[in-house]
């Protein structure tokens, strides 16, 4: 059981550049999210998936784009990169509203 | 002013040492998470919690919803202690998903 599966855990990009980060979970949980975890803040939430097909965007979406077109696989895509997206970015998920949160490693993201 | 206060914001013990951080919130909730993030390491559940108690190992977490208070308690710390503790909140209101972090509380736990 892998529990919550993050890629890649470090990039550097350049500034216009794009990317997707991986993240996948194989406990059949319906509640995904994106984080980005920036010093002196607290994790705030980029996107996030109430199921396969249905994705709302969080506090911070700008920049970002999600989709979920599988139980276990929720891609955060960077349309084009700016040196504000520098950041530490975990992907979670949840098996329902109000039970255990199950986070990945994390990706280090630096946008020259 | 956040809706998840944390306290204190930097912690340093002595091994052995009675630890308790605290997080104060301020909307109603429906559930109270404690994780911890060791440096520059992944992020890991300790406790869900809705009222009452739950221990598991040196740990401890309570949860007071009438005061909007959870406090988490580490008993006899060792240096493996040492990580960032943070305080989440799902907020009964609004969007059933999100959830609200505080800062973190930073743990050194010195032998």
């Known amino acids: 059981n892998a529990g919550v599966t993050q890629t890649p855990k470090f990039q550097v990009l350049k500034t216009g550049q794009s990317m997707t980060l991986q993240c996948a979970q194989d406990?059949?949980?319906?509640?995904m999210s994106w984080y980005r975890q920036d010093p002196g803040m607290g994790l705030r939430l980029i996107h996030y998936?109430?199921?396969?097909?249905?994705?709302d965007q969080g506090e911070v979406p700008n920049g970002y784009n999600v989709s979920r077109s599988t139980t276990e696989d929720f891609p955060l895509r960077l349309l084009s990169a700016a040196p504000s997206q520098t950041s530490v970015y975990f992907c979670?998920?949840?098996?329902?509203?109000?039970?255990?949160?199950?986070f990945g490693q994390g990706t280090r993201l630096t946008v020259v | 002013k956040n809706e998840v206060e944390q306290s204190p914001q930097n912690l340093t013990a002595q091994e052995g040492e009675f630890i308790t951080i605290n997080c104060s919130y301020s909307?109603?909730?429906?559930?109270l998470h404690w994780l911890q993030q060791h440096p520059g390491g992944g992020i890991v559940s300790l406790f869900m919690?809705?009222?009452g108690k739950k221990k598991h190992g040196r740990l401890i977490a309570t949860i007071n919803i009438q005061e909007k208070h959870s406090s988490l308690h580490i008993t006899a710390s060792h240096p493996r202690d040492s990580a960032v503790y943070i305080c989440?909140?799902?907020?009964?209101?609004?969007?059933?998903?999100?959830?609200?972090f505080g800062k973190g509380t930073l743990l050194t736990v010195n032998p």
């Open positions: 979670a998920s949840m098996r329902t509203v109000n039970t255990e949160a199950f």
């Open positions: 406990m059949n949980h319906e509640y």
């Open positions: 998936s109430v199921g396969a097909g249905i994705t």
């Open positions: 909307v109603g909730i429906s559930a």
């Open positions: 919690l809705s009222s």
């Open positions: 989440a909140v799902k907020s009964s209101g609004g969007s059933n998903y999100k959830l609200t």
